[in-house]
C-alpha cells in the first residue's frame, strides 16, 4: 500500500505540472484563432522536434509495440518501427520545410485542410470541409486509442475500475487541451516527450538486468521458434477461449510461421502514414523558421530510433523475465507496465508509469485540437459563417472538443481494445487520406482541386472497405490497408487530375516561387499581392 502511494504521488506531481503548463500559456494562446490553433508560427527546434514526435508515438510506443513483440516476437514490431523511423526521416526531409513555407505563401493557413483548399484556390472551402470531416472521423478512433491506453494503466497499476479511470485520464486531457491551446499542447509534449526517453531507457536497463544479462536473454528467447527472427514469427498456442497455454510455468509455441516479403512490405507500409499525419503536419506549419527544420529533424529522427528500438527491446526482454504473464497481445499491452513495478522503486515506477500517460496525454491533446480547429475553421467559418470572429471560432473549436471527447470515451469502452490494432486503423486512414495529396501538393504543380478531392475520397474509401471486406479474405489481400489505399488515392490525383482542365495560371505561378520566401514578411506580401490581384481580375 505504501509503494502504491509514492506511486500515485509521483504520478500526481506529473499531472500538476501539465495543468500548470496549460493554464500558463493560456491567456497567450487565447489571444487569437492563430495562436490557439499553431502557437502564432513562433514554436522553436527542440519544441517542435519533440512535439511532433511525442503526439504521433501516442500509447502504441510504450504499450502497443512491446505488446506485439512480447507475443509474437521480433517480426512484427522491428519491421513496423523500420518503417516509422524511415517514414520519419523522410517526412522531415521532404516535406516539413516545403509545407512551413507553402503554408505562408498560401494565404496564410493555419490548419491543414485550410493549406490545401488556399493551396488550389478553393473559395468554396470543399477540399477543406471533407478533409476536416476526414479528420474528425478517424481522430475520434485515435483519441479512443489513447483512453485505452489511461484506462489499462490504472487499471493495471493498481486494480482501479478500468472505465472509471478511462473517463479520469480522458477528462484531464480535455481540460488542459481545452485551455491553454496549441502552446500548451507543444509544451506539454516537450515535457512528455522528455519523459517518455527517459521511461524507455530505464526499463529497459533493469529489464535487462533482472533477466541476467543480454546473453542470458537472448539464449532464452532463441529457444522459441521464430521469436527473434526477421522472416519468421512466433506462433503461440491458443486454448478454446484465445488464451496462450503454459505447461510447467513456460508459454507453448507451434512451429514458427513463415513472415515473407508480402508481411515485410505490409509492416514496412507503416512509414508511409507520416506523410498524411495531422499531428505531425502541424507541428512543420508551426516551427518558428523554415531555416530551423534541419536542426529539428536531426532532434526528431535521433528520439525516434532510439525510443523505437527501446520498446521492441523491453516487449522481447519482457518474455524472457515473465514469460506466462499475459495470455493474449491485448493483455500484453501492459508489459511495460509490470516491468516497471517490479524493477524501479515506487516513487521512480510512477514517474516512469506517467511516461504512458504521456504517451497518450500527448497524442490525444494534439487530436483534440487538430479536430477542433479543423471544424472550427474550415468548416464552421469556411463554409458555414465567412465573417466569424476569432472569439467564435474557437467556441466552436471547444465545443468540438467536447463532442471528440465524448466519442472517444465511447470507443475506449472496451477494456479488451487492442491499442496496436485500433492505432493502426486510424493511421491507414489518414495517412491513405492526405499523404498522397500532401505530396502532391509540394512538389507536383499540375494537381488540381478536382485531383485532390478524388484522392482523399479515394483513400478513405479504400481504407474502409479493404480493412473489412477485402482483407478477411487473407493471403495477398491480407496486406496492411495502407499500402493499397496509398497506391490507388495517388493513382486518383494522377488520373483526374490529368482529365480535367489544369489549375489556374494563378495556382501554377503561386507553386512556381512558393519556395523563393523563405522570410514570413516576404511569403505574406507575396500572397497579399496575388490575393489582390487575383480579386482584381474576378472584378
Known sequence: MNGDFWVLFAMLIYFIVVLTIGFVYAKRSNSSASEYFLGGRKVGPWLTALSAEASDMSGYLLMGLPGVAYFTGASDAGWTAIGLAIGTYLNWRFVAKRLRMYSVVAGDAITLPGFYSKRFHDDKNIIATIAALIILVFFCVYVGSCFVTCGKLFNTLFGLDYATMMVLGAIIVFLYTLVGGYLSVVATDFVQGCLMFFALAVVLIG?????????????????????????????????????????????????????????????????????????????????????????????????????????????????????????????????????????????????????????????????????????????????????????????????????????????????????????????????????????????????????????????????????????????????????????????????????????SEAVMYEFDHYMDHENDEDALQFSAERAAQRLGQME
Not at 242 to 261: H, I, K, R, S, W
Not at 389 to 406: G, N, P, S, W
Open 207 to 503: 529489464s535487462i538486468t533482472a533477466a541476467g544479462g543480454i546473453d542470458n536473454t537472448v539464449a532464452f528467447l532463441q529457444s522459441i521458434p521464430g521469436f527473434l527472427s526477421g522472416t519468421q514469427i512466433a506462433v503461440p498456442v491458443l486454448d478454446d477461449a484465445g488464451a496462450q497455454m503454459t505447461e510447467n510455468d513456460m508459454p507453448v509455441f507451434g512451429d514458427a510461421a513463415e513472415y515473407g516479403l508480402l508481411s515485410i512490405v505490409s509492416m514496412m507500409a507503416w512509414g508511409l502514414g507520416y506523410f498524411g499525419m495531422p499531428q505531425v503536419l502541424v507541428r512543420f506549419m508551426g516551427i518558428r523558421t523554415a531555416q530551423e527544420v534541419t536542426q529539428s529533424r536531426r532532434i526528431a529522427v535521433v528520439w525516434v530510433f532510439i525510443s523505437l528500438f527501446c520498446a521492441i527491446c523491453i516487449g522481447l526482454v519482457g518474455r524472457a523475465l515473465v514469460p506466462v504473464e499475459f495470455g493474449t497481445q491485448s493483455a500484453a499491452e501492459n508489459i511495460f507496465i509490470v516491468l516497471s513495478q517490479m524493477l524501479l522503486p515506487s516513487f521512480v515506477c510512477g514517474v516512469v508509469v506517467s511516461g504512458i500517460l504521456a504517451a497518450s496525454m500527448s497524442s490525444s491533446s494534439s487530436y483534440l485540437l487538430i479536430t477542433g480547429s479543423s471544424v472550427a475553421e474550415n468548416i464552421f467559418r469556411g463554409v458555414l459563417k465567412r465573417d466569424a470572429t476569432d472569439r467564435q471560432v474557437m467556441i466552436v473549436a471547444r465545443i468540438t472538443l467536447i463532442v471528440v471527447f465524448l466519442l472517444g470515451i465511447l470507443i475506449a469502452a472496451d477494456e479488451n481494445s487492442s491499442i496496436f490494432m485500433v492505432v493502426s486503423y486510424a493511421w491507414a486512414g489518414l495517412g491513405a487520406s492526405f499523404g498522397p495529396l500532401t505530396l502532391c501538393a509540394l512538389y507536383w504543380r499540375r494537381t488540381n482541386m478536382q485531383g485532390a478531392i478524388a484522392g482523399m475520397v479515394v483513400g478513405t474509401a479504400t481504407v474502409l472497405i479493404w480493412h473489412n471486406f477485402i482483407k478477411p479474405l487473407g493471403g495477398v489481400f491480407g496486406i496492411y490497408e495502407l499500402l493499397p489505399a496509398f497506391l490507388l488515392a495517388l493513382a486518383a490525383i494522377v488520373v483526374v487530375s490529368k482529365l480535367t482542365p489544369p489549375p
